[in-house]
């Protein structure tokens, strides 16, 4: 899929022009500058897609789509796979979530751990979250992606258990290599069902966290002889993934 890819509220079939305006058509007429005949994809974000052709571009804000004769929807791919993120610093965690959703990652789950130096409360975690869906609504059009990750409320550590326990693969990357981790690269991986893979904080996964989430059925994982920042260490650990269990392939 190469035409550029617009998020739309609702998709219909054949019929009149559809009118891409708002946000959306004035990024296709003003920054895009799309013309008649030109191939645009328009998307829900949830699986539903279809493939049209610009007919007419109206002032900077109205693009005129025609030629919709068939919305496909695009399954769920399996396994699926869930990062929970412990929040970075600064702009990184707009970072993280940019290049997971563009490798595929299916649902992004921002995580308040103990050592994270970022707190999100109150309106200002609020702000936060309501960038990082941004992020990866804007990722998910940029990479031509037509089901979108879902970014979900920030959790609690107890949250996050209860999510590792409902896992076919429940995996915790942590960087202590005196700890005996196993190399992500050889972890037993399930063809279907859900893969959560929890990322830490710069600081590293408290001990009591480590502990609460062993007992939810988590297993310690390690990338390589590297330490990765918190970042960057989903965005390698999803491409891992989805290169072994064939969803790359």
Do not use: N
């Amino acid at each position: 899929m190469t035409a550029p890819v617009f998020l739309v509220e609702e998709l219909r079939g054949a019929g009149p022009d559809f009118v891409l305006d708002g946000p959306e058509g004035r990024h296709a007429v003003s920054v895009k500058r799309l013309r008649p005949g030109e191939d645009v994809v328009l998307t829900d974000g949830r699986g539903r897609w279809a493939e049209g052709v610009v007919t007419a571009a109206e002032g900077k804000d109205r693009l005129l789509v025609g030629g919709l004769a068939r919305v496909r929807e695009e399954p769920p791919e399996q396994p699926r796979i869930t990062v929970v993120q412990a929040l970075p610093k600064g702009d990184r965690g707009e970072l993280a979530v940019e290049t997971m959703t563009e490798v595929g990652v299916d649902t992004i789950v921002p995580w308040q751990a103990a050592r994270c130096i970022t707190q999100w409360k109150g309106e200002r975690g609020q702000k936060a979250l309501a960038k990082w869906r941004s992020t990866a609504r804007e990722a998910g059009k940029q990479s031509r992606r037509v089901r979108f990750p879902e970014v979900a409320d920030a959790a609690t550590s107890k949250q996050v258990a209860a999510l590792l326990a409902k896992a076919d693969l429940a995996a915790v990357l942590h960087s202590d290599f005196e700890y005996g981790s196993t190399p992500l690269a050889t972890a037993e991986l399930p063809a279907e069902g859900e893969i959560v893979l929890v990322i830490g904080p710069e600081g590293g996964v408290a001990a009591d966290e480590l502990a609460l989430f062993r007992e939810a059925g988590a297993k310690a994982y390690v990338l390589g002889r590297s330490v990765l920042r918190t970042s960057t260490a989903g965005t390698a650990a999803a491409a891992l993934l989805l290169g072994r269990t064939g969803r790359w392939s």
